[in-house]
């Protein structure tokens, strides 16, 4: 079965640190793999995705994102963590076709002063 | 990518009733989504909209209880019917943007039933 995991609900990183964000994938074929961002009473940004190319992604507001196909993972990352950037984050990847996404159950991200 | 308003951004609502929620784009796009969600939680997807064609619903949802309209390339709603407290939620639409598989959402419409 194909699917997305964010093993951890949430992560804690004090302000100034780097950040990580974990995310694995299952599924058959070439993943296409999201990341999103939603801030308190809002729709979800989109942040990222990987498609082919090269395994490290930029993306919105700092963040970036490597792909590792050997470990089957897409973990977010940013080097210096702002109290902004405290949110709950998606990843998903796309299965079909008809572009719906699998998504994980979110990783809410909590940056300390 | 697309700018995509909903409406309304929240409402509450009496047991039994239905409400219908909006979906403008600013732009044409051919495939657009409904989703629920649960604060604080993962996204279930509702159905999928395309313009000219049914709406297709995944497993746990039927037209009865969500019907869908899709009358133009920018356009959509979802209807909530009959509902009950269970249906307490955020719905949100997405639309997938024109050349690319990236997914834009709107800012969703939170839904109390009591």
């Known amino acids: 079965a194909q699917s997305v995991a964010q093993p951890e609900d949430q992560v804690n990183v004090a302000e100034g640190n780097p950040l990580t964000v974990k995310c694995t994938y299952s599924v058959s074929g070439n993943p296409y793999l999201f990341w999103y961002v939603q801030y308190p009473n809002r729709g979800l940004q989109f942040l990222l995705k990987?498609?082919?190319?090269d395994n490290l992604v930029k993306g919105s507001y700092g963040f970036e994102a490597e792909f590792n196909k050997s470990q089957t993972s897409f973990h977010l990352k940013k080097p210096s963590a702002l109290v902004s950037d405290s949110a709950l984050y998606f990843c998903?990847?796309?299965?079909?076709?008809?572009?719906?996404?699998?998504w994980g159950a979110g990783t809410k991200l909590i940056i300390k002063p | 990518s697309a700018v995509i308003s909903q409406k309304p951004s929240r409402d509450i609502c009496q047991r039994g009733t239905s409400l219908t929620i909006q979906c403008q784009v600013d732009s044409q796009v051919t495939m657009m989504f409904w989703y629920r969600q649960q604060p604080g939680q993962s996204l279930t997807l509702i159905a999928t909209?395309?313009?000219?064609?049914?709406?297709?619903?995944e497993s746990g949802f039927v037209i009865d209880k969500f019907p869908i309209s899709r009358p133009n390339l920018t356009f959509s709603t979802l209807t909530v019917s009959n509902m009950s407290p269970e249906d307490s939620s955020i719905y949100l639409c997405s639309v997938r943007g024109s050349n690319t598989d990236t997914q834009y959402f709107g800012p969703g419409t939170r839904l109390t039933v009591l």
């Open positions: 909209a395309n313009q000219g064609s049914e709406a297709t619903y």
């Open positions: 990987y498609i082919t190319g």
């Open positions: 998903a990847v796309r299965v079909d076709s008809n572009y719906q996404l699998i």
